[in-house]
């Protein structure tokens, strides 16, 4: 995946990836609420979010797809050979046992977000839902390139807003009417 292009000036502020693991069916509400809570310790918000990330096992975990979907996040999957491969400081001898791979939601964020560990602002946070489930978030900030070009073609002649700018101009210096 090549470098996101940061384009708005919220982007190039604080764009975050965000790394999810759960028990298998854990609720949305578990998910979300862990979400909420990684996010306010990384004094984001959710649109501030750009992606989020998984392994593969997870491509049809319920609760992923459905936050995916509620918000317009694209989802990107992950093997547990990628993962493996990725430096995390909380590595699971757990999660090694069942998944093949000392870490996902920590690793997910950093691949994700196309970068090291000094990136991850927030690490495996754990949340276990009323029904006893556990679902994890970390959240990484995303490599980007900023560039505040506007995106589509180039007309001739000033901005729009440069335009109604000059014209403004115009019509106070005719004096009165």
């Known amino acids: 995946m090549p470098a996101m292009a940061c384009t708005t000036p919220i982007q190039a502020a604080q764009p975050l990836a965000i790394g999810l693991g ?75 046992r069942y998944m093949g791979t000392p870490s996902v939601s920590e690793a997910a964020a950093l691949l994700a977000a196309q970068a090291d560990l000094r990136a991850l602002v927030v690490e495996k946070h754990k949340l276990r839902g009323p029904d006893g489930k556990n679902a994890t978030v970390s959240i990484a900030r995303m490599v980007c390139q900023t560039s505040f070009a506007s995106p589509g073609p180039t007309t001739a002649g000033p901005p729009p807003v440069q335009a109604e700018l000059v014209e403004a101009s115009r019509g106070a210096s005719a004096g009165p009417a």
């Open 22 to 96: 759960c028990d298998r069916g854990t609720p949305l509400a578990t998910v979300q609420q862990c979400l909420q809570q990684a996010l306010a310790l990384a004094g984001g918000t959710l649109a501030d979010v750009v992606v989020l990330a998984s392994i593969e096992a997870k491509t049809d975990e319920a609760a992923f797809l459905q936050l995916a979907q509620q918000h317009g996040w694209p989802l990107r999957w992950f093997t547990a050979t990628q993962l493996a491969a990725v430096p995390v400081p909380n590595p699971s001898a757990t999660v090694q």
